[in-house]
Nanobody
Framework: EVQLVESGGGLVQAGGSLRLSCAASGFRFGDYVIGWFRQAPGKEREGASCISSDGSIYYLTSVKGRFTISSDKFKNTVYLEMNSLKPEDTAVYYC??????????????????????WGKGTQVTVSS
């Protein structure tokens, strides 16, 4: 059974930093794509960043230059380093994965059709 468990969320002031972790189990790190998605109150879920097994990366325009996604295959963990946080980054952040090869942009943009495994999410709150 594939499980994705997020951690690292919390409350931070604007301009601060957080690092989210997504620990994957029951998941074979062959061809895959894993990403971070977020949903703010009253808004639709969106893909913040995705990384594929070949190392290709996609970032949502609004987070580019501030967020960094990385993976540690030995720890089966994907990280999202978030710097220069803004109040508009406040959301529940979800980790999601697909056990197949695809473009990280496709995974992040068309996640409803492609991402079959989801974590329960971690809250990130950025105060002004």
């Amino acid at each position: 059974e594939v499980q994705l468990v997020e951690s690292g969320g919390g409350l931070v002031q604007a301009g601060g930093s957080l690092r989210l972790s997504c620990a994957a189990s029951g998941f074979r790190f062959g061809d895959y794509v894993i990403g971070w998605f977020r949903q703010a109150p009253g808004k639709e879920r969106e893909g913040a960043s995705c990384i594929s097994s070949d190392g290709s990366i996609y970032y949502l325009t609004s987070v580019k230059g501030r967020f960094t996604i990385s993976s540690d295959k030995f720890k089966n963990t994907v990280y999202l380093e978030m710097n220069s946080l803004k109040p508009e980054d406040t959301a529940v952040y979800y980790c999601a994965a697909a056990a197949k090869s695809m473009s990280p942009k496709v995974a992040c943009v068309h996640f409803e059709d492609n991402m079959g495994y989801w974590g329960k999410g971690t809250q990130v709150t950025v105060s002004s």
